[in-house]
């Protein structure tokens, strides 16, 4: 009776697990260890840091003019005599894990702001992340507060809050989180803006919501989520939540053959959108979603009166909320008003050209 009992019970057990719905995938590298635990950069390692100073430059041709500046009391000196701090918006730009300030990508997203007429300020953190992923991703406090304080110096010599906007790509997001949170403990007031380009997952999805990148960062916080459960993060972390082609893989196209774009090119293309968010600001539209399930299907066009936004420079924080922002396969990528049309497959739609049923012979 008891062997029977035990059976009943084991049997029970299995079927109710087997129909629990255990959520969305945990995604790769997770946890990470050493992550809840005291990190410090070494007065040495302060020595090497630097930054890249770059400013607009007028003329018949468009270019830009730079400094190389340490990241210390020296180098608040190099920035200032660079850049003029009170007179336009300063952009800092900080890349991602085994990325440079000298890299073709973070130079394009550095232009694009330069273009509208800012100054940009490139952190360089190739030399310092320049280590195993998990300890990269441990430095990324410390770094970042360094940062923030370094941040608070300059406003002494004419930078404001409101004329602060930060942007970090993967690593470089938590890092550009930390920064802001720094600078607003120091000076009671928080930078403006902060974007984050797909937002490192390893090592980041399960800290606690403070201890990486949040809305709580800056006054206006939005994310563009390109490869949530490979090298990005699914949780939504700013007002506005972007999820490109339900923010997983990316499409590919090349001269009308299927490339795939997999995770560490889905990872990527966050830039690529943002700079031509850049240059077509009013193209990259999006649906905003009830949850982040809707968003990874594309299941948002179900309410008649659907709510757009759009991705880039006029991103509107007034509409706070999750938004799944459908691309086309090739550059620029903006689909404009065509995006307002739900796809039959959302992001996957461009497979219905590659092996269509009249060829399949069974």
């Given at each position: ?76 000196a190099c920035v200032t005599a660079h850049i003029q701090l009170t007179k ?12 440079s300030s000298f890299s073709p990508l973070v130079r394009a997203v550095a ?252």
């Open positions: 009776m008891l062997l029977k009992s035990v059976v009943v019970l084991y049997y029970t057990v299995t079927k109710i697990l087997c129909n629990q719905d255990f959520g969305p995938p945990a995604g790769y590298l997770s946890d990470c260890p050493g992550m809840n635990r005291t990190t410090k950069l070494s007065e040495q390692t302060k020595s090497y840091l630097y930054v890249v100073a770059l400013k607009p430059v007028k003329g018949l041709f468009f270019k830009s003019s730079e400094a190389r500046c340490n990241l210390n009391d020296k180098g608040v336009r918006k300063t952009q800092v730009v900080i890349s991602g894990y085994l990325d232009d694009a702001y330069l273009r509208r007429g800012r100054n940009v300020i490139i952190v360089e953190i190739f030399p310092l992340l320049l280590r195993p992923y998990p300890l990269a991703a441990r430095i990324t406090r410390p770094f970042g507060e360094y940062l923030g304080e370094f941040l608070v110096k300059l406003t002494h010599h004419g930078l404001t809050a409101n004329r602060l906007e930060i942007i970090g790509a993967s690593l470089g997001a938590h890092i550009a989180s930390y920064a802001s949170l720094r600078f607003g403990q120091l000076t009671g007031t928080k930078p403006a803006r902060l974007t984050g380009l797909d937002p490192a997952g390893p090592c980041f999805r399960n800290l606690p919501y403070s201890e990486r990148l949040n809305r709580n960062a800056a006054h206006k916080v939005d994310v563009l989520h390109t490869n949530i459960d490979g090298f990005g993060i699914a949780d939504p972390l700013g007002h506005v939540d972007f999820y490109a082609n339900g923010g997983e893989y990316q499409q590919s196209m090349k001269k009308g053959f299927l490339l795939p774009c997999l995770a560490l090119c889905s990872h990527v293309r966050s830039a690529l959108y943002w700079i031509n968010a850049h240059s077509n600001p009013a193209q990259f539209i999006s649906i905003r979603c009830e949850s982040v399930a809707d968003a990874r299907r594309g299941d948002c066009y179900r309410n008649k009166n659907i709510t757009t936004n759009l991705l880039g420079p006029k991103a509107d924080f007034a509409k706070p909320g999750i938004y799944y922002l459908p691309t086309h396969e090739i550059t620029p990528y903006y689909m404009g008003m065509d995006g307002l049309k739900k796809r039959p497959l959302t992001m996957n739609t461009y497979l219905l050209q590659v092996a269509p049923d009249d060829d399949m012979v069974l």
